[in-house]
């Protein structure tokens, strides 16, 4: 990650080096935290933020799920996202907004801790690699479960349960595969370490239901769209990890992970172990929808 000029932090924009929180710091110690990512892309039309309300309002969901106060309205967010590119001079990127509880409180119960909501931005690449993007990634099934919802919220992008995600992906890299993807307590298939996932079988397209431990994905749920529109059939649907070994394509998505192909699960080609014509079609709506290349949703595009 190459530093930037500022961040945003708790109203201010402040140098890089200052954005500090102390060592006792209630997020720090329990994970009680909220956060986002989102994509700011460079196009025709200028820079614009891809869904930034929409991350916005799902941060603030988040928040209230957790029970973290919520200090800042949704539009002072978008507002101080888009000037926080300006003062970093970013015609692209990554955007990371993240509230957590701060001093004030030890122990589990975080009351009397104040909150801080702060907001960082930086240049950014292919999550997952420009290669995976092109040819496909390599991904294991992981031994670890997707958290649950008798356990935590997994549709609730709280700090804690990415402990969970982190977990499985160091494991997949260490075996040698490139990501991760979890299983929910039942054995079906939920999410990857940080995306939501997609299959093609005999022409329809399939994703799990958020009932199933999924994230309710923004870029998931752009894609989905993207694709019914453009005529292909989608379900959401329970789905094995035998499916996904019958598959004929298989993709992730996520806002980091934009649309990424799998090439290979467990050691076995999907497919005919290359990108097929919907993951490809995938990548073109999506990729030319965030950018503008393509007059799609143009109100996804929030421009700076």
């Known amino acids: 990650m190459d530093a930037t000029k500022y961040i945003w932090m708790d109203g201010s924009f402040i140098d890089w080096d200052d954005a500090q929180v102390h060592v006792l710091s209630h997020g720090l110690h329990y994970g009680t935290g909220a956060f986002e990512g989102i994509r700011a892309y ?33 539009d002072e967010l978008v507002e101080n996202a888009k000037e926080l590119l ?10 990371r907004p993240v509230t957590f509880y701060g001093t004030g409180s030890m122990g589990l119960n ?5 909150v801080h909501m702060v907001m960082a931005a930086w240049a950014w690449g292919a999550y997952l690699g420009e290669d995976g993007v092109k040819n496909g990634i390599r991904v294991a099934v992981s031994s670890w479960r997707r958290i649950g919802q008798n356990a935590f919220m997994p549709d609730a992008k709280g700090t804690g349960g990415y402990m969970n995600s982190v977990l499985a992906k160091t494991a997949a890299i260490k075996g040698g595969y490139d990501e991760a993807l979890l299983l929910n307590q039942d054995g079906l298939i939920a999410e990857g370490s940080g995306e939501n996932i997609f299959m093609v079988r005999n022409g329809i397209v399939h994703t799990p239901p958020t009932s199933a431990g999924a994230l309710d994905g923004i870029t998931r749920n752009s894609v989905y769209q993207l694709l019914e529109e453009d005529g292909y059939t989608l379900k959401e649907s329970a789905i094995t990890r035998t499916d996904l070994y019958y598959a004929d ?23 005919d172990g290359k990108p097929g014509p919907v993951t490809r079609r995938a990548q073109e709506l999506f990729m030319g929808t965030v950018t503008g290349e393509l007059d799609l949703h143009p109100e996804w595009r929030e421009y700076i």
């Open 86 to 95: 300006r003062r970093n001079e970013l015609t692209s990127g990554y955007i």
């Open 42 to 74: 460079d196009g025709p039309g200028g820079t614009s933020v891809f869904r930034l309300t929409d991350h916005m309002d799902r941060l603030a969901r988040s928040s209230k799920a957790l029970g973290i106060p919520f200090e800042y309205t949704v």
């Open 249 to 271: 394509e298989v993709w992730f998505t996520g806002t980091a992970a934009e649309v990424t192909p799998v090439r290979e699960i467990d050691d076995r080609p999907v497919g």
């Open 110 to 114: 975080p009351a009397g801790a104040n």
